[in-house]
């Protein structure tokens, strides 16, 4: 899977699971500010992103990420997928 | 719910867990019963069950241990499907005044009445939250209400599952999961059976009902509580106690 790949998987879950349109998530979409999404919703994508990749993301992880574009880099990472 | 909702009791193999599989597989739920050693127990509830015309299947499970958890779901969502409803009934006590009491049968007392019950939730919750349907059931005792000299372990680790009920239930109430807790009296299993006579006559005279339960008593608000009707029953502590802590 290359880079391309994974951006549009990883954004059509987090599209799916905050019930918004596929358009609104960009990279540098902010999940609080931009995209509404409450810190349940993004336990529950972060759920849906463990469970489609097979990987695990430890809280201390999930922390950093306020954006997609970071959300997207923390599954690269563990997936090994070069920009 | 189209297929039957596939239910999850712990320490199921007897007493209040055991009389709750059962009570649920008559209400037509699949009924993991999750037992720690007591595996003829567990079979046996399965044949109970089964003869009811439910899918029963009996899980080793240890919720002391993430990897039996871990295990013990894994095996229950090849053969039944994804828990939906979650009883954390398995529970440890040992009484024993505190001048005196070992730090290693306290670890034991919460870790499986306080953090047993938070792993299998835990686990429990991705499916839940995937299916927007949830229901989680902690049986934690009257004992989370009144003290009870010689059970500082008990009542901490019983108070403590009541106070996680009422947070997890804020958490994910807006998902159409509830997550109640039940706190039943003196009722008749092995973990009774073996208190002194005293303390038994003890209880007696407190609990204005005159008797002690019956795990079919505490079961009944189980059942209610895992099913469609309870939907907006969330947070709630509900005792089953005859009275005794009235």
């Known amino acids: 899977m290359d880079m391309n790949e994974l951006q549009t998987k990883v954004c059509t879950i987090l599209a799916e699971n905050l019930s918004i349109p596929i358009e609104q998530v960009t990279p540098q979409a902010r999940f609080q500010e931009d995209l509404d999404a409450d810190s349940l919703d993004l336990v529950e994508a972060v759920l849906a992103l463990e469970e489609e990749f097979n990987v695990t993301i430890p809280e201390e992880e999930m922390e950093g990420v306020r954006t997609v574009g970071q959300a997207i880099q923390l599954v690269a990472d563990k997936l090994g997928v070069a920009a | ?246």
Not at chain 2, 211 to 235: D, K, M, Q, S
């Open chain 2, 1 to 246: 719910m189209a297929e039957a909702t596939v239910a999850l009791v712990t320490g199921a193999s007897r007493g209040i867990g055991r009389a709750a599989a059962l009570a649920l597989a008559r209400g037509g739920l699949h009924v993991a019963v999750g037992y720690r050693s007591d595996a003829d127990g567990a079979e046996e509830v399965v044949a109970k069950a089964a003869a009811d015309g439910a899918d029963a299947l009996a899980v080793p499970l240890d919720v002391e241990q993430e990897n039996s958890i871990d295990e013990a779901f894994g095996r229950i969502e090849e053969r039944l499907g994804r828990v939906r409803v979650l009883v954390n009934n398995a529970g440890f006590t040992k009484d024993g005044l505190a001048a005196k009491y070992s730090t290693t049968t306290w670890d034991t007392t919460m870790n499986v009445n306080l953090r047993g019950p938070f792993l299998c939730s835990r686990r429990a919750l991705p499916g839940m939250l995937k299916a927007r349907w949830g229901r989680i059931v902690n049986v934690a005792s009257v004992a989370a209400i009144r003290g009870n000299a010689g059970q500082t372990a008990y009542t901490a680790s019983k108070a403590g599952v009541m106070m996680f009920t009422k947070s997890l239930a804020r958490e994910v109430g807006g998902r159409g999961i509830t997550v109640n807790a039940v706190c039943p009296g003196f009722v008749e299993t092995r973990m009774t059976e073996v208190q002194g006579e005293e303390t038994r006559q003890r209880y007696l005279d407190m609990t204005p009902a005159g008797r002690f339960g019956t795990p079919e008593e505490v079961a009944g608000v189980i059942v209610f509580l895992a099913g469609g009707e309870a939907a907006y029953v969330n947070g709630a502590v509900i005792t089953v106690d005859g009275g005794l802590s009235a």
